[in-house]
């Protein structure tokens, strides 16, 4: 038995700004190097530990724009005023080669690709913060600007409403223990029935071997 072809996870993770769930993206694509991590696009300046391509594709607004008039994403949204989407291409590309994908992205894109042709595959993870002082204290290290990191602690809860709409909801009080449980996550989403190739055909073969023995 093994995974059907062309039929990757699209593992979501959200979480509002600072809970750590890019770690945890990074993390996942190391204890499986068959998963990839979704590289967004923004129009967002880059931080200066951030590489083009690496981190995202930085793009000028009237870039993105037309990248959204050619239908290249496969969600985008406004967050914190900058745009951020999703590229397609490379998303077909990594399914097409079996590959999983974990995308760290906000509520409104989760939801776009909750709703999106791949939803069969969408298996959707929020991450809680233990404490909204300990987001603070998150964002304080960033080196965002102080506009910045305080528009992003006023919109926090804006995302934290959403966790309902989501498969699993994880609180992150230790990086470790939230990782080890996106593991098991995806481990049981991968044994799933209706992801495991040539099952029918072991149960047949299963019911020949008792009908030719024991009747
Ligand atoms: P940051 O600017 O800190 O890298 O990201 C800000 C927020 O935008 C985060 O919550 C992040 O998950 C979200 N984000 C990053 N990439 C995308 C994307 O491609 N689509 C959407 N909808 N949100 C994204």
Redesign the pocket.
């Known amino acids: 038995m093994y995974k059907k072809p062309q039929d990757g996870l699209l593992i979501i993770l959200?979480?509002p700004?600072g809970a750590g769930?890019?770690t945890l993206a990074k993390q996942l694509a190391k204890w499986d190097s068959s998963i990839r991590v979704s590289i967004?696009?923004?129009t967002?300046p880059a931080r200066d530990n951030e590489q083009e391509g690496k981190d995202?594709f930085f793009l000028t607004e009237e870039k993105f724009k037309n990248k959204i008039n050619n239908r290249e994403f496969l969600?985008?949204?406004t967050?914190?005023g900058?745009l951020?989407?999703?590229p397609v291409n490379y998303i077909e590309q990594c399914l097409r080669n079996n590959h999983d994908i974990v995308f760290?992205?906000?509520w409104?894109?989760g939801s776009q690709i909750k709703n999106s042709k791949f939803k069969e595959n969408v298996i959707s993870i929020f991450i809680l913060p233990p404490s909204i002082k300990a987001l603070d204290e998150r964002l304080r290290r960033r080196g965002d600007s102080h506009a910045m990191m305080s528009r992003r602690m006023q919109d926090c809860y804006e995302?934290i409403k959403h966790w309902k709409d989501y498969d699993y909801v994880l609180v992150n009080n230790q990086l470790d223990e939230v990782f080890s449980q996106i593991a098991k996550i995806v481990i049981a989403e991968r044994l799933k029935r209706k992801r495991m190739c040539g099952l029918s055909d072991f149960v047949e073969k299963l019911k020949k071997e008792f009908e030719s023995n024991y009747r």
Request: glycine share 8%.
């Open positions: 959200s979480s700004s769930k890019s967004s696009a923004t967002r995202y969600e985008y949204a967050v914190f900058n951020y989407g999703t760290d992205i906000d409104q894109g995302e």
